[in-house]
């Protein structure tokens, strides 16, 4: 089991930056495949971007690609988002999610733990 905690949202403005942190508990976080899912209101989550247990593969849904970059340090349990170039179309709630798989899914339905979501606001 891992608890997940995210920080790092805020306001930005359009073409700015922005990082995101999610730390994970437990001894076991490496053997975590882990993820950031975006949600608007009323829409579903959707998956932004995914790494593997060791980092070696990762997903990016095409939208993101070239701006945002996930990265994982599992001597500190935590992973990040570097959000680039911001637009105002990516102002959502960002949710980080874990699976105890080796591959990584863009669905949310195969995750099991989700952090609380931390709120990114890119204003035009």
């Known amino acids: 089991q891992v608890q997940l905690v995210e920080s790092g949202g805020g306001l930005v403005q359009a073409g700015g930056s922005l990082r995101l942190s999610c730390a994970g508990s437990g001894r076991t976080f490496s053997l975590y495949t882990m993820a950031w899912f975006r949600q608007g209101p009323g829409k579903e989550r959707e998956c932004v971007v995914g790494?593997?247990?060791?980092?070696?593969?990762?997903y990016y849904v095409d939208s993101v690609k070239g701006r945002f970059k996930i990265s994982r340090d599992n001597a500190k349990n935590t992973v990040y988002l570097q959000m680039a170039s911001l637009k105002a179309k990516n102002t959502d709630v960002y949710y980080c999610?874990?699976?105890?798989?080796?591959?990584?899914?863009?669905?949310?339905?195969?995750?099991?733990?989700w952090g609380q979501g931390t709120k990114v606001t890119v204003s035009s």
């Open positions: 999610a874990a699976r105890q798989y080796v591959s990584i899914s863009s669905s949310q339905k195969d995750y099991k733990y």
């Open positions: 790494i593997s247990w060791g980092g070696g593969s990762t």
